[in-house]
């Protein structure tokens, strides 16, 4: 597996990461089956995992993925040093729903909770506040965040959901890492909105969520002619190369699909061998343009 620092940090991380999110909302497979899936990325190399706090199913469930990542990592065979797990504060499942959290006193005690959840013995590798509440202010929210870096509870922060003014109000606040945004081929606002070209230009790592456009269009790609016409000229599907076309797009950029299944992963991961030229990245933004 290939891997890129993150952001300016001499910490080094897969080019390829795991999304856990689908392992924990609702229809989420079996703990076993779950388990199995981290444990193959890890045997594939990937060392980035990134969850959530409300990676669950509802507030009763609070901190579900953290557990399971904790527990998965706990039973692995193998070397998990150089395993980083991102995770992230400041949103709220009630019945289900997603709803934004920035209170202070909320994301102190959630990122005390997060801790706990993921062992409570290292300090948090990567935490991420999730999405700005326009209710607190930026500086407001990432005040207990920077206590809890100086507390030694988290070694590196990063941000999600970030336009370039936030982001740059962010690190006023706390020294940011990376920024976790969406990015997919229906959604390509990082290339407009400026937050691509920032994270090119001051080292952050880009983290593109929902890289394969979500549950309710990823079974769409293979109906984009020129996409399913380049994977199969390429012989990989045309997920595998959706994740290449988004590592082309930029150094910055480190993809981390959800996988629910272990074929999911291991198709996942071919990604990262997977070198597209400039035109047949041109024929991808055009096709997704359509």
């Known amino acids: 597996m290939k891997t890129q620092q993150l952001g300016a940090t ?4 897969s080019t390829i990461g795991l999304g856990g999110m689908p392992l924990s909302l609702s229809g989420r497979p079996s703990e076993a089956e779950a388990i199995a899936v981290v444990h193959r990325a890890l045997d594939l190399g990937v060392t980035l995992l990134d969850t959530a706090d409300s990676y669950c199913q509802d507030e009763t ?3 579900h993925n953290e557990r399971l990542f904790a527990k998965a990592l706990q039973q692995y065979n193998g070397n998990t040093s150089q395993v980083i797990v991102a995770t992230k504060g400041g949103l709220m499942r009630p019945n289900g729903s997603w709803t934004r ?3 202070p006193d909320h994301l102190r005690q959630t990122i005390r909770e997060s801790f706990e959840a993921l062992g409570g013995k290292q300090a948090i590798a990567l935490w991420q506040y999730h999405a700005p509440d326009p209710v607190y202010s930026i500086s407001a929210s990432l005040a207990p965040v ?3 870096v100086e507390a030694g509870l988290i070694r590196y922060v990063g941000v999600s959901n970030f336009s370039v003014e936030q982001i740059q ?3 006023e606040v706390v020294d940011i890492v990376s920024v976790q945004n969406q990015y997919n081929p229906w959604y390509r606002e990082p290339e407009q909105d400026g937050v691509l070209a920032y994270c090119e230009q001051e080292t952050l790592t880009f983290l593109p969520w929902s890289p394969l456009g979500g549950s309710r269009r990823v079974k769409n ?3 984009i ?3 399913a016409q380049l994977a199969q000229e390429k012989d990989v599907s045309v997920y595998c190369l959706v994740l290449a076309w988004l590592r082309a797009k930029s150094s910055c950029v480190v993809p981390i699909p959800g996988a629910s299944k272990v074929s999911s992963i291991e198709d996942s991961v071919k990604a990262a061998d997977l070198d597209l030229s400039t035109i047949e990245v041109e024929k991808i933004d055009q096709a997704t343009l359509i």
Request: net charge neutral; aromatic share 0%.
């Open 221 to 223: 790609l293979p109906e």
């Open 101 to 103: 959290n920035g209170n």
């Open 146 to 148: 920077r206590e809890a």
């Open 169 to 171: 109000q962010a690190r």
């Open 61 to 63: 469930d609070k901190h």
């Open 225 to 227: 002619q020129p996409i």
């Open 10 to 13: 001499s910490v080094s991380i």
